[in-house]
């Protein structure tokens, strides 16, 4: 089992800035691999980021790439999702996900541990 709680999220205006942590509990946190996904009203939830289980595979949405950072730490069962030059278009709800493999995916459906989810609203 592996419980995973956002937090980080919160009201900034359009060019600021966000970090976003998933703390994660249980024993297999560092053999997952952890991906950050969001989910704005009346959309289909959209990926962002992954990182395998190592750190050593990274992957980004177009939309998110070059402004969006994700890295882990596997000493403190963590993963962050550092959010640069936001938009107004990044409002939504982000979720942190864990997979059940070392390695990432694009695909909500393959990950099987979800976070509750916390908002993060961009303001014009």
């Known amino acids: 089992q592996v419980q995973l709680v956002e937090s980080g999220g919160g009201l900034v205006q359009a060019g600021g800035s966000l970090r976003l942590s998933c703390a994660a509990s249980g024993r297999t946190f560092g053999s997952s691999a952890m991906g950050w996904f969001r989910q704005a009203p009346g959309k289909d939830r959209e990926f962002l980021a992954y990182i395998n289980w190592s750190g050593g595979t990274i992957h980004y949405a177009d939309s998110v790439k070059g402004r969006f950072t994700i890295s882990r730490d596997n000493a403190k069962n963590t993963v962050h999702l550092q959010m640069n030059s936001l938009k107004p278009e990044d409002t939504a709800v982000y979720y942190c996900?864990?997979?059940?493999?070392?390695?990432?995916?694009?695909?909500?459906?393959?990950?099987?541990?979800w976070g509750q989810g916390t908002q993060v609203t961009v303001s014009s």
């Open positions: 996900a864990a997979a059940p493999t070392r390695y990432g995916s694009v695909y909500d459906h393959e990950y099987n541990y």
